[in-house]
Structures are given as C-alpha cells and as structure tokens.
C-alpha cells in the first residue's frame, strides 16, 4: 500500500511539472498518403537537437517544443520523409502524410535517419511489417503471421503441424493474443496447422516478449497485438489470392472521401469442394449406403472508420472464424436404412467499437467497447428404421459445447506532458463467461426407452477488473525508461483475487549506437488453459481460477544490449522467468469423457526458464532479413505428478536458430510495366521436444479378477504395465528445414500481378512429429523393441497466384 501512495505521489507532482516547462506543443496524425492508414512508430524529431518521439497506435504523436524556429523530420521505414520548419509562438497542429518509396535496387534518402534499437526504451520486442510477411515462403501458400513468429529469438515452435508458439518457457496459452484490442482465445485452422488471422488484412503487428508497459495484463509470457487494416479512405482498392489450400479477397476503400473508410476480407478453403464429387464416387461403390465427408475453414474481418474532425474518430470491427469437419453417411440394405452425421465445429468472434478523441494537443484518449467469443462443438446423430416387421427405429443424438465468452470495455489515456515525461493510464472491466463442457445425450428407440439428459459442469461467471500508470521518462540525453503499476482484481465464486503488478524497463545509452537496457515485470494470469497432450484436436479447455485452482505469477528479468550499425540491428538479452500456480493434467487424467470436476484432475505447481537470445537484423537494401539464435532451459515442478521432482517442459528445446532472408535478384522497366523477381528463404533448427517413453514393460493382474480362493489369478486377464520412472525423460531428435520462394511481380498502372512458387521442406527432410515403440522380429525369432519415428510433412510444393488494384 505504501509503494502505492508512492507512486500517485509521484504521479502528482509530475503533472506540476508542465506548469514550468513552457513551450508549445506540434501534435498531429501521420498517415500513408495513398491510402489515409496511420503509421505506427512512425518517427517525429527536432532535426537540431534530435528530440523527438513516436506514433502511437493509432498514428497520433504530440511533441513540446521551447518558443522559436525548429525544423522537424518526419521518417518512417519504406517511406520518403518529411520535414517542415516551424516558428513556434502557438500550439500547432499538423498532419503528415508519408509517400512509400518505389521499390527500386538501392534508394538512398539523404538525411535520412532511421530509428535504431539503442534508442527505444522497450526491450523483448519486434514488429514485423505486412510487406515482410508478403516476402516470406509459406505452408501450401498461406502466409501466417504465427509461423514468422515461430521464427523470432525467444519463441519455440509446438509441433509441425501446430502454428503455435511458446515464448520464454511458456505454454500457449500465457500468450495474449489481442486482434483490435480484444483478446482471440483460439488461434487455429486446419487442427494447428494454420492460424486465423488472414494475412492482407493486417496493418500491424508487434510481438513483446518481457520488460511489458503497465497497459498490458493478463498473461504470463508474451502479448502479440495484431491491428487490422482501416480501410483506404482515399480510393478504391482491393486484393485478390489463389493459392493450392485457400483463396482470398479484400477490398476497400472511402464511402466518403477522406472521412469514412471500409475494409472487408474473406478468406476460404475449399479442399472439400473439389475432393467432394471424387469421395462420392468412392462411396458409390458401397452398394448399400453412400456418403461424403469434408472440412473447411472461413475467416471474415470487417472494418469501417469515420473522422469526424481532427479530434474524433470512431472504428467498428470485427471478425468470424469457423472450421468445420464433417461427415454425411446414408445406407440402406434389406433389412435397414439409416443415416450418420457428425461434426467438429469450433471458432472465433470478436468485435470491438473504439472512439478516439484528443482533449487537447498533448491529451489522447481511447475508448473501447469489446465483444469475444470463442466456441468448441462436438456433435454426432444416428438414426436407424427397420424395413421389416416389427417397424423398429432408433434414434441417438449426442452434443460436446464448451466455450468461454467475454463483454467489457477500457478506457486509455496519453498525456504527453513535457519533454520528458509522457504519462499514460487506464481501467478495463471484463464479464467471462465460461462453460468448461456439457454433454447432452438424447437417445429413443421403439418400444419405449427414451433419454434425454445433460451431464457436465454448469457455467461459471466471473468478472475482472485493471487499473494502470505509466510514466515514460527521460532523465538527460543518455538515461530513459518507463516506470508502471497495474494493479487487476479477479472475482468467481464469491472469492476475491487482487493483483499489484510492477513494471520497470531502463535504458542506458553507452554510445550514440549501443544500449544497456534492464527490465522487470510481474505479471498476472486468471484464466487456464487445460491442454490435452494425447489429442491433436481444438479440446483444449479454457477455465478460471478459482477457490481450488489460484490465478497464475509471473515474475521476470531481463538485461541486454542493443546496437545499431550502418544498416543492422543487434540485439542479445539474457532472461529468467519464474511462474507459480501453473496447472497440468495429472498423469492418465483427461477432462473429456471425464465426470469429475476438472479441478480435481489438475495438479498446480511452478515454472523457470533462463536462456540468452541474440539477433541480427537488416532491413533495407536488396538483401534483408534476420539471423536469431536462442539458448534456454525450462522446467515444471508439481507436488503429484513426476514423484515431485522437477522435469524439463515439453517444449524446452536447448538449441533455435532462424535465418530469414530476402532479396531483390532482378528488376526492370518495360513498356510501363516494371518487373521484379526476388526470392525468400527460411532455414530453421531447433533441438527435439521431450517426450515419455517407458523404460521397461511388465504383465500384471488386476486385483479384481482374482478367484474366491485369492490365490490363483486368471491367468487371461493378465495386462501389460509400463514402467515410466519419469515425465519428459527422452529428447526427440532435432528438427531442421529449408523453405524457398520465389515470387514473379509485375507492375503496370493501378493493376500488380504476382506470381509465387516455392517449397516446404525444400531438402525433404523427415523430421519428427512423434515417436512409438513397436516390436521387431528377428530372422532367430526373437524379438527385440525398437523405436520408430513419424514424419508428417515432406517436400511440399507451393504455387500461389494473387492481384491488386490501387
């Protein structure tokens, strides 16, 4: 409580601080000249004594400046900069709109200054830009966001076929995803192998790994915030993709010129269309029944903005995923006919309505209201009659629902206060709702029977609550930071959990390019996430903390150096991360099919991972791209599970390294068309996940099958036992692949044509998806137990054709 008066102590006498300051504020929106999108990060600075800062999330900067002539340069990666002289005896508001520079061999802007990593205060962090993600070889042609962050230091990649990621010692679901501002609970196509979010209609986003500013809570390791686009709100323009799984289209553009703009994009499989009329006539051949079956994923994301002025502006979103396996199954032979249907549905809704408005030059505010939802369904149905007497019938029904579904808003504010504080805080209250599973079963035959029941736990509401500051400081040319508290309150059941989590990110400057930079964060986490190990399906179960089950901790460290040089970027941070109240199944537990409450199948305990990340970066010229290499250790703890003893997480892999790479191999103007072909590649390694393997097998007779002597067994309900002296006892063997891509771009007026193919596995490389014992007979005819691995994904090739008009 102290530490708390302290801090609004503090808080207050900084706002006395403007009072003396003097000097006028330059404030105003920085946005793409051809399409009116705002810039994020875009960099605004005093050319004469480099004072400066940045966009926010919404392209809005606020700049205080002493009386007299300044010159400010406006710049932002990929595009020409600005500047304008000012002679300041007023506030003045201006906004900038940045031209994107052609996509020639080689510009060079004289002048130009970009941002270096030694002089951001936040560490942990990347942003990648679309236009990178568009460069980069994919899975089938699907460019996901998820699997170019499987590429950054600090994040481990689950399985092959899973587009999810761990960062830092963490499981997935200590990842907050955040689409708009609202949380998205599922990320997965195709059962992991693709993510949601739909590549073209991203503007921006930004993955932070530590050192986390106080408006961020509610997950242990990592938030990734993903914006969509806000539609063109100066012409008509659209996008359109074929690839070998989906295709693609987005088109938008201003219903008023300048004020109000509309974005909308789809995206859809359609494997089950064109497989469709080959399994019928496969089924065909089955004389006495015929059927199909199919899946498919959908996303949709909608957009609309409108400016009512300078100082107000409104943003609807929203977005609709859904994937669907089915199966459709009829049969009618003498006796009987019927029909199956069965299907596994689960997906996504999120919307949000955000209203910005400036109260003044140096006061930002947000408002947000927000809607998510996130649904798994299992659902089979049978019916049978009989074509004989007596006209017998059945019918049998069964439904699997579990989903979790939030309503709340925030509210956020920026005060750019002086030179060097900018003040930022805010509150958010979220209503959950969580089902965790309900299985109804409806069954009816003739002659009577009839069962209509509902078996599993009932909902269970719960409401949380945040409040935050921040104070982003500078103290002199060399030492800045950013100095927070949030503070949440987590209610379910009549139990009451509060959170003060402090946050702290230092940088110190060494020289004009390298930088020492510090952090520390706690974080707190009141959901969970039960994850089944042995299903490769969407069952994972979100559930809240409760009485039995506390809300996760986390706490975490990082120290590092950043250092720019001509056109690279390096950074190398080391980190420890402790967590508490993490949960896992016990051994041989599963919630599905299980009528236990699930707190009595979670054993909670703690976590740690340490490592060292390095990465060196280059963004511009022909030749661009990354190297990242991580060395970490991760560790679980339970007090039930594994004898007590520690264990390596699943997913602690002692080795990653990523090469990312592109470059501009030719270009030409033809005709008034300009050509280019570039390629990309990516290379990756990772050390092999844990697994448990048995060390020895043994035959054992159940104590219940023994006869009314007790002392004889019954010989043929002898059962086999495994012997596992412990969890994650076996590394898998290591995982490496090469992807390529080379894209064929022509460029003629408002119309840009590409062209892409590529490879997968370009080297066929069979990497291991999972292991299993099996027996070998010997030639003597003996036996001896061997190993064997799985591989899923071979050399796959990838042909991809899409079209734009601006």
Known sequence: M?????????????????????????SGVVTDAASGEPLIGANVYDTATWQGTSTNKYGFFSLRLPPGRHTLRVSFVGYDPVERTFSLTKNVRWNVRLRGQLELEEVTVVGRRRKRPAETIQMSSHTISPRRLSKLPTLLGERDPLRVVQLLPGVQAGSEASSGFHVRGGSPDQNLIILDGVTVYNVNHLFGMFSVFNADAIQHFELIKGGFPARYGGRLSSVLDIRMKEGNNQRWRGDASIGLVSSRLLVEGPIQKGKTAVMISGRRTYIDILLRPFIQWMSSIDNDGSGYFGYYFTDWNAKIHHRFSDRDRIYLSTYFGDDNAYLRYRYRDPYQEGRQKANLRWGNITQSLRWNHVWRDDIFSNATLFYTRYRFNVGVELEAFSRVPPPDSLRFLYDFISHIRDV?????????????????????????????????????????????????????????????????????????GNFGLRTALFTVRDRWYPSIEPRLSVRYLLTEDLAAKVSYSRMAQFLHLLTNPTIGLPTDLWVPATDRVPPQIGDQIAAGLAYGWKSLDFTLEGYYKRMDHVIDYRDGASFIGNRAAWEELVSSGKGWAYGLEAMVKKEEGRLSGWLSYTLSWAFRQYEDINFGKPFPYKYDRR??????????????????????????????????????????????????????????????????????????NFRMPAYHRLDLALHFIRKKGPWTTTWTIGAYNAYNRFNPFFLYIDTKYLPDGSEETVLKQVSLYPFLPMVNFSASFR
Do not use: C
């Open 408 to 480: 709340g808003g925030t509210y956020d504010v920026e005060y750019f206060l002086n030179k060097s504080h900018t003040l930022r805080g805010g509150l958010g209250i979220t209503h959950h709702h969580f089902e965790p599973g309900v299985n109804v079963i409806q069954a009816r035959i003739t002659g009577g029977f009839d069962l209509d029941t509902t078996i599993g736990q009932s909902a269970i509401p719960a409401a949380e609550g945040a409040f935050y500051l921040e104070d982003e400081w500078k103290w002199g040319p060399r030492l800045n």
């Open 655 to 728: 080795h990653n390294l990523s090469m990312v790479a592109n470059y501009t191999l030719w270009q030409k103007e033809h005709k008034g068309a300009r050509r280019t072909i570039d390629i990309g590649a990516t290379w990756t390694y990772m050390s092999g996940f844990w697994v448990t393997l048995p060390r020895a097998r043994y035959y054992a007779v159940d104590p219940s099958y023994w006869d009314d002597e007790g002392m004889n067994a019954i010989i043929h309900y002898l059962s086999e036992v495994e012997y596992v002296p412990e969890r994650n």
């Open 2 to 26: 102290k530490r708390i008066i302290v801090f609004f102590s503090i808080w207050g006498m900084l706002t006395v601080v403007r009072a003396q300051s003097g000097g006028y504020v330059i």
